[in-house]
C-alpha cells in the first residue's frame, strides 16, 4: 500500500543559512525538496564552501529556477546559465553564482539535497 506525503515549503524541517543566503529543506520519503535562495553576490565558493570543505559542490541538484539566475561552471571547465522557467539537472562537481540584480530562488528535488549546506560526510 503507497503512503500519501504533504508538507508545506513555508514550514521547512531545517533551514540552513549561509552567507547571502538560505536553504528551506524538507524531507518527503526519501527526497529531500529544497528552496534555495541566493541573494545578489552570492557565490557557492565563497559562500557554503567554507561550510561543505570540498573544493566545489559534491551535491547532484536536480532544480527549478522560480526567479533569478545562476552561472553554473562545472570543473571540467563546461559552463551554463540557467534562468527562469528552466529545469536543470547538475552533476556533482561545480560552482555557481548569482548573475542578476535579484535573489535567484530555486527549487532542488533530488535525495542529496539532504547534504546541501552540511560538512562533507555529514
Do not use: Q
Not at 14 to 28: M, N
Not at 77 to 82: C, R
Amino acid at each position: 500500500m503507497s503512503s500519501f506525503l504533504k508538507k508545506n515549503i513555508d514550514k521547512a524541517d531545517d533551514v540552513r543559512t549561509f552567507d547571502k543566503g538560505h536553504l528551506d529543506a524538507i524531507a518527503l520519503g526519501d527526497v529531500t525538496f529544497g528552496r534555495a535562495v541566493f541573494e545578489p553576490g552570492w557565490k557557492w565558493s565563497e559562500c557554503v564552501k567554507p561550510i561543505a570543505g570540498t573544493d566545489s559542490c559534491m551535491v547532484h541538484h536536480n532544480g527549478f529556477v522560480v526567479s533569478g539566475s545562476l552561472h553554473i561552471v562545472m570543473d571540467d571547465g563546461a559552463e551554463h546559465d540557467v534562468n527562469p522557467g528552466d529545469l536543470f539537472i547538475c552533476p556533482p562537481g561545480h560552482d555557481a553564482w548569482v548573475t542578476s540584480d535579484e535573489p535567484c530562488i530555486a527549487y532542488d528535488f533530488s535525495p542529496a539535497a539532504a547534504n546541501y549546506a552540511k560538512p562533507a560526510g555529514g
